[in-house]
Structures are given as structure tokens and as C-alpha cells.
């Protein structure tokens, strides 16, 4: 049984889903949303107080005005996206703490939270029972 609680365990200690985030990202300045994907996609909508940085221009350079002692969450699209997991792995072997959003940020609209960019998100009232 203990392997199947630490498998668990390092799930949630990799991944948050977007309840999670939301919750994070209000209640705390420990969290920051890293929007992995292509500019174009970062410009037309995304997650409000995210940064922008696609993983394929993540570098020793590039990331070396980012706090280390943040807790950086990556998110692409959803799950037809991999960009998030690219960007996490980056992040890691760069050194930074990070996890990965389940469902990237259509299950984050999914959940009713709004997003910011050219062709915002509106969101709901409710909250993921989650």
C-alpha cells in the first residue's frame, strides 16, 4: 500500500488543478502562473498575473530575473498540449520549484475562472467543487 500513497503523493506534489491555482494565486504571493505556450496564443488569452515565457526559449538567460523561491505552474492549452510539461521540466533542470496545471487553461474556463488577453474569458460565478 505504500507505494501506491507515495505515487499519490508525488502526483499532488507535481500537479495542482485549477481550483488549486486559483486558491493559490489568491491566498498567496508563493505561487506565479507560467503561460508556456506561443506568444500568439499568451496574446489572445490567458491566465490574469500570469508571466509569459514558451518553453522553448526557457534558458539559464531567460529565466534569470524569475524568484527561485517561487512556485512557478506551468500551463499550456489542455490536454492535447504538452507545452506545459516541456516548460516544467525546464524549469526543474533549471533549478526552479514548479508544478504543472491539470487541463492547462481550457479546464481552468472550465472551471468558471476567467482569463485576461485579446479575446477574454468572462468566467462564472461558481467555483469547482473540487
Not at 25 to 50: C, M, W
Amino acid at each position: 500500500m505504500s507505494e501506491q500513497i507515495k505515487f499519490y503523493e508525488n502526483k499532488l506534489a507535481y500537479e495542482m488543478d485549477p481550483s488549486d491555482l486559483y486558491h493559490a494565486l489568491e491566498g498567496s504571493t508563493n505561487y506565479v502562473a507560467l503561460d508556456t505556450r506561443q506568444k500568439h496564443a499568451f496574446d489572445k488569452e490567458h491566465i490574469p498575473t500570469a508571466i509569459h515565457l514558451p518553453h522553448r526559449e526557457m534558458t539559464k538567460e531567460t529565466t534569470q530575473h524569475l524568484d527561485p523561491s517561487k512556485i512557478y505552474v506551468c500551463y499550456c492549452d489542455g490536454i492535447g498540449c504538452n507545452a506545459s510539461t516541456k516548460g516544467a521540466l525546464k524549469m526543474a533542470r533549471l533549478g526552479f520549484r514548479v508544478k504543472e496545471l491539470i487541463g492547462g487553461i481550457e479546464w481552468w474556463k472550465f472551471d468558471g475562472y476567467e482569463t485576461e488577453g485579446a479575446k477574454p474569458s468572462k468566467g462564472s460565478t461558481f467555483d469547482c467543487a473540487c
